[in-house]
Nanobody
Framework: QVQLVESGGGSVQPGGSLRLSCAASRIIFTIYSMGWYRQVPGKQRELVAVITSGGMTNYRDSVKGRFTISRDSAKNTVYLQMNNLKPDDTDVYFC???????????WGQGIQVTVAS
């Protein structure tokens, strides 16, 4: 079974930085994209950033210029460098890995990011 191990979350003050990592293991399909989503309790998960196998990226408008997503294909690991963090960035962040098949869609358990003075 596919495993996604997330790390790097925590608490920082506004203006601070964090780097999230997500390492995928037991992958038996070709990865199409790896990304990060956020979820406020009671609401649907929302895209933060995604990177495809071809290197194309897409970001939520509110994080453009502050967050950078990158990927180490050899390690099946995706990173999210978060700079100039704001209180509105506070949330649980989920790693996502997708393949080309409809069933190839996996989520991590989520990692807390808190931005507060």
């Amino acid at each position: 079974q596919v495993q996604l191990v997330e790390s790097g979350g925590g608490s920082v003050q506004p203006g601070g930085s964090l780097r999230l990592s997500c390492a995928a293991s037991r992958i038996i399909f070709t990865i199409y994209s790896m990304g990060w989503y956020r979820q406020v309790p009671g609401k649907q998960r929302e895209l933060v950033a995604v990177i495809t196998s071809g290197g194309m990226t897409n970001y939520r408008d509110s994080v453009k210029g502050r967050f950078t997503i990158s990927r180490d294909s050899a390690k099946n690991t995706v990173y999210l460098q978060m700079n100039n963090l704001k209180p509105d960035d506070t949330d649980v962040y989920f790693c996502n890995v997708r393949g080309y098949g409809l069933d190839d869609n996996y989520w991590g358990q989520g990692i807390q990011v808190t931005v507060a003075s």
